[in-house]
Structures are given as C-alpha cells and as structure tokens.
Nanobody
Framework: QVQLVESGGGLVQAGGSLRLSCAAS????????MGWFRQAPGKEREFVAA????????RYADSVKGRFTISSDNARNTVLLQMTSLKPEDTAVYYC????????????????WGQGTQVTVSS
C-alpha cells in the first residue's frame, strides 16, 4: 500500500498564490510518476500536472501551464504544486496521485490517491 496525504489547501483571492504538498509513505519505491488532479462539484476529475521522479520531466494541463509548477523532493517522498496567478475557475478539490509507469493524463491510470485538499479562489 501507498499512502498519500495532501496539505496546503485553503482560501485565496484571485491572483494570489498557494502551495500544495503531498507526502507519500509506504511502499513507494516503484512510484515513478507523481501527479496532481482536481475536481470541482459536478465535474470530472481533471489532470493538472505530473512529474517523473527520475529526470524531473514534467507535464502540465494547458489551463495551468505557466501558472503552476510541480516539483518533488525525492529524499522526503514529497511532491509540491506551486500555484500562482490563481483564478476562480481553479477552485476545486485537489488530489495527489501516483502510478508506477510513465506520465499520463488520465485519472484511471493512477493507482493511489490522497484524500484531497480544498482550494477555493475568490473573485
């Protein structure tokens, strides 16, 4: 089992910044890709960003590219999502996830998930 715990969500004004953290524990040695997804009420879970732990390759959704940055601290099994220039449409529950293969953007391909952390951006 792999356990993922997100933190850092909260309420922020439009144009502001927020940093989310995801701490991984358990049998994480095969977790090659770490990702962030988000889900607003009544909507499907949406890909946000992902990172390969080896080589630090990254991929971003078009909606967040240039505003969000994903990074990792492999020694501490932690992945970060730095969010800047936040917009009201960024409001969602943000989930950390991991899979044992390459970066993909489909949620069903990720094996383990955190509980989610709420991000609310006020206008």
């Amino acid at each position: 089992q792999v356990q993922l715990v997100e933190s850092g969500g909260g309420l922020v004004q439009a144009g502001g910044s927020l940093r989310l953290s995801c701490a991984a524990s358990g049998r994480t040695f095969n977790c090659y890709t770490m990702g962030w997804f988000r889900q607003a009420p009544g909507k499907e879970r949406e890909f946000v960003a992902a990172l390969q732990r080896i080589g630090s390759s990254t991929r971003y959704a078009d909606s967040v590219k240039g505003r969000f940055t994903i990074s990792s601290d492999n020694a501490r099994n932690t992945v970060l999502l730095q969010m800047t220039s936040l917009k009201p449409e960024d409001t969602a529950v943000y989930y950390c996830a991991t899979r044992f293969g390459q970066i993909v953007t489909t949620a069903t391909n990720y094996a383990y998930w955190g509980q989610g952390t709420q991000v609310t951006v006020s206008s």
